[in-house]
Structure formats: structure tokens, C-alpha cells
């Protein structure tokens, strides 16, 4: 929760934030959310409201799609734009927000083949779990034949 106080010349201001987000993996594509809602935030008298986002891509990213959701949970396709700066592409959302009608979350989904992953080939995990296994046996039993042997040799 980000708190500050604003004593604006105008009735707009602009708050920058450097904000770090996780990404999930869901069904082979990339997915991060950001909580859009801002709804005690408007009232009769400030009934909307503009967000702005710039996310920069520091890997190559594909198939990217933007969505807002609703308090249906049903995702709707928003537009963006797209540039470069250097190496980084650089995508730019606006939002505008009405407190009719509130919006409950930014979807963003991408795919890339510059992204690491960390997953474990599955012909890999049976003969892992079995010499892990085995070696918790043995260590089992080494460690029961230590504490045994002083009491078979009084």
C-alpha cells in the first residue's frame, strides 16, 4: 500500500513508482497482474480517472496482450503501444477508470523464448527421486548401525 500526501496546484498530480513484479507461468504463457482498484479513491465530485503504465521488457517477448477485468472476472482486450529504447521494449498502457464502472485488474500476457525457466525435464525426475531414495536407505542405515553396535559390544 503506497501511502502520500498531496497538496496539488491543479486537481491532477503525477505519482511515479518503480514497482518489481513476479511473473506466474499459466498453460506456457507469462502472466502478471496488477490490482487496478481504485474505487474509494473516486467520488460524485472526481468520478474517474487515468492510469498510466510503462513496463520495459528487458528479454524478448512475444504475443503480448493487455486485459483489464471487470467484477465479472471476464478479460477485456485493451490497447498499447510499443517502442525501443536500445535494447528494451518499452510498452505504454493508459487506463481510464470510471467510478460507474470499476475495473478490478491489469492482465498482462506474453511468451519469449529469452525467458528462463527453471523446469526439470520429466525423464529426469524418476531416476533422481530413486537415487535420492536410495541414499536416504543407506544413510539411514548407517546412522541406525553406529547407534546399535555400542549396545552389542557390552
Same mark, same amino acid.
Given at each position: ?69 471487470? &467484477? ?5 482486450? #485493451? ?6 529504447? %536500445?535494447? /528494451?521494449? !518499452? *510498452? @505504454? ?24 525457466? &527453471? ?5 529426469? #525426475? ?6 535420492? %531414495?536410495? /541414499?536416504? !536407505? *543407506? @544413510? ?15
Amino acid at each position: 500500500m503506497f501511502h502520500c500526501v498531496i497538496t496539488p496546484v491543479s486537481d491532477y498530480f503525477v505519482l511515479k513508482i518503480h514497482y518489481e513484479h513476479p511473473v506466474q507461468v499459466i498453460n506456457g504463457s507469462y502472466v502478471f497482474l496488477y490490482d487496478l482498484n481504485i474505487g474509494e479513491y473516486l467520488s460524485h465530485l472526481s468520478p474517474n480517472s487515468t492510469a498510466y503504465f510503462t513496463i520495459r521488457m528487458e528479454t524478448n517477448a512475444s504475443n503480448m496482450q493487455a486485459f483489464t477485468t471487470e &467484477t465479472d472476472s471476464a478479460w477485456n482486450p #485493451i490497447d498499447y503501444t510499443t517502442s525501443q529504447e %536500445g535494447a /528494451m521494449e !518499452v *510498452i @505504454a498502457i493508459q487506463i481510464y477508470s470510471e467510478r460507474s464502472k470499476l475495473l478490478s485488474d491489469l492482465v498482462i500476457t506474453f511468451s519469449g523464448a529469452d525467458i528462463e525457466t &527453471t523446469a526439470v525435464p520429466s525423464w529426469l #525426475i524418476i531416476p533422481v527421486l530413486l537415487f535420492v %531414495g536410495f /541414499m536416504v !536407505v *543407506i @544413510a539411514y542405515r548407517r546412522v541406525h548401525r553406529q547407534k546399535a553396535s555400542p549396545r552389542l559390544q557390552k
